[in-house]
């Protein structure tokens, strides 16, 4: 009995630690908006393009106590990804994209884009968000926006690739609504166009 009870606190331990080791997670950052229609844009050409300035390149870490190799990274171009959901949005405002020049340059710089727990143990809380800075320029006038958006998640197990590709993508995705719903953006296009 003792060997059996030996035998099971050996295999339960093992089983623990394997829960605890994570692989390292590749997500692919595809941000999509949902913008009502509109002709702000009507007759006019835009060009856009998304800036990664993410520090590091990676989104951070599951945790665990393999925290060093359990990272959170991207596994697609997170430029054209968010150049693809700028103009999904601007379209929607009846602007005509175009490859360069453009009555009206946009320019998405993400500064934030996390998904991290700073358990070292185990991962029980996650961490993430998002940060960009929009800038739009028009015929030497230029606006700037800073947009966030950022949630905290408990899990009693380690997430999934899909949920945290899930998470990133929401987020991401949250945070250029903001900017699409942001009136003051509107009123300087349609003041300068």
Known sequence: MKSFAT????TGFAFMLAACAHSPVQVAVKPEVNVAPDNIGAGYTVHARGVNQLPGG???SLGGIYADSSNVTMSNNIEQS???ALYQGLESWSFRSVETGGDVQVVANLTDLSYDSPNKLYTTKVNSGASIQLQVSVK??????NYSTSGNDRNLIK???EEVESTVNRLLSATLQRAFEDEKLKAFLRQHL
């Open 7 to 10: 035998t099971l606190l050996v």
């Open 58 to 60: 990676g989104l951070g």
């Open 82 to 84: 968010l150049a693809s």
């Open 140 to 145: 030497g006038a230029t606006f700037y926006g």
């Open 159 to 161: 997430p999934s690739a």
